[in-house]
Nanobody, 115 residues
């Protein structure tokens, strides 16, 4: 079993920055991918960014150039650095880990962008 714990959400003004962290624990093997998804009120959950076991990253078009995903495999942690935040970035952000065909989700952390 794998557990994911997110941290770093909060309230920020437009143009500000936040750093989300996700720590994974439990039965984790070396080949896994991790990522961040978000779900805004009334909308479906969507991919924000992910990073695979080789270190390659992928971003949603809406966050390219503003968000950066990075991973520390020694600590089983993935970071999402969010800069130039916009009102439309407001959502609950979820961490996801894919391993051996199984997806694990964190409980989410709320990011609110408001003036």
């Amino acid at each position: 079993q794998v557990q994911l714990v997110e941290s770093g959400g909060g309230l920020v003004q437009p143009g500000g920055s936040l750093r989300l962290s996700c720590a994974a624990s439990g039965s984790i093997f070396s080949l896994y991918a991790m990522g961040w998804y978000r779900q805004a009120p009334g909308k479906e959950r969507e991919l924000v960014a992910d990073i695979d076991s080789g270190g390659s990253s992928n971003y949603a078009d809406s966050v390219k150039g503003r968000f950066t995903i990075s991973g520390d495999r020694a600590k089983n942690t993935v970071i999402l650095q969010m800069n130039s935040l916009k009102l439309e970035d407001t959502a609950v952000y979820y961490c996801k880990l894919n391993e051996l065909g199984i997806a694990y989700w964190g409980k989410g952390t709320l990011v609110t962008v408001s003036s």
